[in-house]
C-alpha cells in the first residue's frame, strides 16, 4: 500500500500505518477524529462477538477510524465500503445486516464499531487479494482477487473508501437507512436464521424500524426485532 500517496491525498487526515500490529482498532484509541490507522498485517484482529478477523499478510484492508458516534454508524460504513469496491472494481457487494459486505453469498468484508470515550472507532477489515482462506472460513469468506482473478491495489481501495466514509457518515438517519434497505438483499423478504441469546429463529426479514434494527416476521406471524445476532440465509 502506497501510505505517502494516502497521506498526501488527505493531508487534514492523521493516518498512521504499521507493517504488522495486534490490532489496528485498539491503535486508534485516543486518537483525534478523522485519524486513520492501518496495518499490513493484524496479529489479533477483531470481529463481532469476539470473532478474531483473518487478516493475512499484505493482501487486505485492516484500517481503523476514528468518528463521532451516530445512529445507524454501522449501516453507513457498509454503505460506504460497498460504494469503495464498487468504484475500485466494479464489483456490486449485497449488504447483510448489520456489518458484513457480501460478493456472491459470500463475505468480502465487515465492519466493527467500538465507542471508547466518547469516539467510535471504526473497523473495516476487506478480503482483498487473499487467494485462499483457513478450512473453517473457506464456505463463508471471498476475495476481491478471487472474483477479478487479478490482484486489486490496496492504495485504489482506500483512495475510494476514505472519502466514502465521509459521504456516508454525513447524511441523516433516515436516509442512510433507506440506502442501506435498497441496497440490502437481507433488509426485506429474505428468508433467515438468526442467531439469538436463547436460540435461533426462523423468518422472514421485513425491513428497518426507525433505528435501524432488523424486523424478521417468524412462521407463526409474530415480528421480532433484532438488536444484535448472526443474521445467515435460511439454509446456509
Not at 94 to 108: E, F, Y
Not at 122 to 141: C, D, K, Q, W, Y
Request: proline share 5%.
Amino acid at each position: 500500500m502506497d501510505v505517502e500517496r494516502l497521506r498526501r491525498e488527505f493531508p487534514a487526515r492523521r493516518i498512521d500505518y504499521y507493517p504488522a500490529i495486534d490490532s489496528t482498532m485498539r491503535a486508534a484509541v485516543g486518537l483525534e477524529p478523522g485519524s486513520v490507522v492501518l496495518a499490513g498485517q493484524q496479529t489479533a484482529g477483531q470481529g463481532r462477538h469476539g470473532r478474531r478477523w483473518h487478516s493475512e499478510p499484505s493482501s487486505g484492508i485492516y484500517c481503523s477510524m476514528v468518528l463521532q458516534p451516530m445512529p445507524a454508524l454501522t449501516l453507513a460504513l457498509g454503505l460506504a465500503t460497498a460504494d469503495a469496491i464498487a468504484r475500485a472494481t466494479g464489483m456490486v457487494c449485497d449488504l447483510r445486516w448489520p456489518n458484513d459486505v457480501m460478493l456472491a453469498g459470500q463475505k468480502v468484508a465487515g465492519i466493527l464499531v467500538q465507542v471508547v470515550d466518547g469516539h467510535a472507532i471504526a473497523g473495516i477489515g476487506i478480503n482483498v487479494n487473499h487467494t485462499s482462506f483457513p478450512a473453517e472460513l473457506a464456505l463463508e469468506a471471498t476475495s476481491l482477487r478471487l472474483h477479478t482473478g487479478a490482484p486489486v491495489s490496496l492504495t485504489t481501495i482506500m483512495l475510494a473508501l476514505l472519502p466514502a466514509v465521509d459521504r456516508f457518515v454525513a447524511l441523516d438517519q433516515g436516509a442512510i437507512l433507506r440506502m442501506f434497505t435498497r441496497a440490502s438483499t437481507y433488509a426485506a423478504g429474505r428468508r433467515v436464521t438468526v442467531e439469538q441469546p436463547n436460540g435461533v429463529i426462523e423468518g422472514t426479514t421485513a425491513g428497518l424500524d426507525p433505528a435501524g434494527f432488523l424486523i424478521v416476521h417468524k412462521d407463526d406471524g409474530t415480528d421480532t426485532l433484532i438488536v444484535a445476532g448472526g443474521v445467515r440465509a435460511a439454509g446456509s
